[in-house]
């Protein structure tokens, strides 16, 4: 990578193992993204067969050119891979990093599993990269993650309106939520009791 902020790991934790994507995961991404036929989900792009080529080419593009660090996330029970998250939009001159493009098979939604993954993400960022601030971004429309974002202790930023035009011709309103470096402490507390209990 042209950019030796973000550097190649991997980050263990008692539920999931998050690895660097490679090509050879993208059978096991598909089966993932399957369960729940999450391609269908209109207001988030998780990828289907006939999109993930395009889908992995830019990423991995993002990746080669310093902005994004790729992760599988991986099932530590099973050894599955059930999905993907990814560091996205890095700015490593100010050192600030934004958590997305996170997907998992659904039936690994609301199992403790999103939680771990970004307490381990957010730990790397904060502790390990010295990072300022780790933004997330989602859709307006996206109930779910904007409620599962606000429970990790990110504040909302603002909205962008008319942020993103998709495919299909209809504009995006981009919610933003950010941690910054001096409340990583009691989001870790935070986090630490949830996963706890």
Known sequence: MNNHW???????????????????????????????ELWNLWYTSVPGSKTIDAYLDQAFKDQNDGR?????????????????TRYCNADSLNQRVEIGYTWYAKSFQR???????????????????????VEFRTHWHNQASRAAIARLGAKQ??????????????YRDTVVFSIIDQEWRAVKRSLEYKMAR
């Open 157 to 170: 930023d603002g909205v962008l309106r008319n942020h993103q035009k998709s495919t299909a011709g209809i």
């Open 6 to 36: 973000l550097y190649e790991t991997t980050l263990n934790g008692k539920l999931v193992t998050l690895t660097p994507l490679k090509r050879e995961h993208t059978n096991a991404l598909l089966n993932a993204a399957a369960d729940g």
């Open 111 to 133: 199992t403790g599993i999103n939680t771990e993954c970004k307490y381990l993400l957010l730990s790397h960022a904060f502790e390990t990269l010295n990072s300022i601030a």
């Open 68 to 84: 994004a660090l790729l992760f599988t996330v991986i099932d530590n029970a099973t050894q599955k891979i059930i999905g993907t």
